[in-house]
């Protein structure tokens, strides 16, 4: 197999997963596929798609499956993404989403000649950590740059490029909770759908980021070694 590395990242919101996704990209050196950067690249291209998905998430709805699989492959060829690698982030966050990137299981049953997949890692962090880490988040609200402050009551911290970054209006710990109710519903089931697959692996993700980033290069490990070794 002489295939690049193929990650899916799975987590709850605020486990860390756009850090360990970075991480593992620059690590690995594949491209890192963050749907949030290409909802916000085809907003700002202002193409069709892009102004449904603005029209979208400026009404604090979640895109749909058929939109944020269009913005995909707008972005990012199976063919493409096949030959370099991958990390996705963010993507898929449904089961139906991912039936329709990784085609159904099991594969020998179908002709199905998507992007292909080595692992999907899962970042388990405690509820009660998650809603800590995202009430200390500071995100800048033009190019989503993320960092963390230790005090909660900090409104901004300058991002590289120096605009505020600040907390976003519904990072309230009754937000957050809601949010990770509906993460549980529509991307739970993700985890067992991998597992069945043979896909899923599960890493602790309190911690960190660079214990994290640690533990999940132990965990993959050994699919990568696989994915790695010369044919
Ligand atoms: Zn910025």
Same mark, same amino acid.
């Given at each position: 197999m002489d295939n690049r590395p193929r990650i899916? !990242? %799975?987590g709850r919101q605020g486990a860390g997963k756009g850090t360990q996704c970075a991480l593992l990209a620059e690590h690995l050196a594949v491209?890192? !596929?963050s749907t +949030?950067? %290409?909802f916000r690249a085809a907003v700002r291209e202002g193409s069709p798609v892009g102004q449904r998905v603005a029209g979208i998430v400026d009404g604090g709805g979640l895109v749909p499956d058929d939109l944020v699989l269009d913005v995909v492959w707008e972005h990012a060829a199976c063919s493409d993404l096949a030959a370099s +690698?991958? !990390?996705l982030d963010g993507f898929p966050r449904t089961v139906?989403?991912?039936e329709a990137f990784f085609g159904?299981?099991?594969p020998a049953a179908s002709t199905w000649t998507g992007p292909g997949l080595d692992v999907a890692l899962e970042l388990e962090v405690p509820v009660e950590v998650v809603v800590e880490r995202i009430s200390t988040r500071r995100v800048c609200?033009?190019?989503g740059w993320t960092s963390t402050v230790e005090d909660a009551t900090v409104e901004s911290v300058p991002c590289p490029d120096g605009h505020p970054a600040v907390q976003r209006s519904d990072d309230t710990a009754e937000a957050v909770r809601r949010r990770l109710t509906l993460y549980d519903t529509e991307t739970g089931p993700l985890s067992p759908w991998f597992a069945a697959r043979g896909e899923l692996v599960v890493v602790d993700g309190n911690g960190p980021p660079d214990q994290v980033f640690t533990r999940v290069l132990r965990a993959l490990e050994p699919v990568l070694d696989r994915s790695a070794a010369p044919t």
């Open positions: 899916v !990242v %799975l491209p890192h !596929v +949030g950067d %290409l +690698g991958y !990390v139906a989403q991912a159904p299981f099991p609200p033009v190019d």
